[in-house]
Nanobody
Framework: QVQLVESGGGLVQAGDSLRLSCAAS????????MGWFRQAPGKERTIVGI????????YYADSVKGRFTISRDNAENTVFLQMSSLRPEDTAVYYC????????????????WGQGTQVTVSS
């Protein structure tokens, strides 16, 4: 079992950068693929990206490709989401999730979710 806690959200201006962190408890962090998702007001939760267990593979949604980067530090049980060139449409609550299955994460499925952190981008 793993518990996830996101941090780093806030209010920024369009064009700014922000880095989110997701700290995981437990000793098996490296056995999980990690995903970032976001949910804008009145909309469904959507995938932002995924990183594999050792960080060798990543996936990004088209909407963030080239602007967002996911990385992880397995020694620190933490996954990061570096966001740059932020746009007002990036405003959402951002969640991290863990799963042993890449395909489950890609489908938005996970038994483990953080509580979310709010990112607001003003124009």
């Amino acid at each position: 079992q793993v518990q996830l806690v996101e941090s780093g959200g806030g209010l920024v201006q369009a064009g700014d950068s922000l880095r989110l962190s997701c700290a995981a408890s437990g000793r098996t962090f490296s056995s999980y693929n990690m995903g970032w998702f976001r949910q804008a007001p009145g909309k469904e939760r959507t995938i932002v990206g995924i990183i594999s267990r050792r960080g060798g593979s990543t996936y990004y949604a088209d909407s963030v490709k080239g602007r967002f980067t996911i990385s992880r530090d397995n020694a620190e049980n933490t996954v990061f989401l570096q966001m740059s060139s932020l746009r007002p449409e990036d405003t959402a609550v951002y969640y991290c999730a863990a799963s042993g299955s890449w395909s489950d994460l890609a489908g938005g499925l996970s038994d483990y979710w953080g509580q979310g952190t709010q990112v607001t981008v003003s124009s």
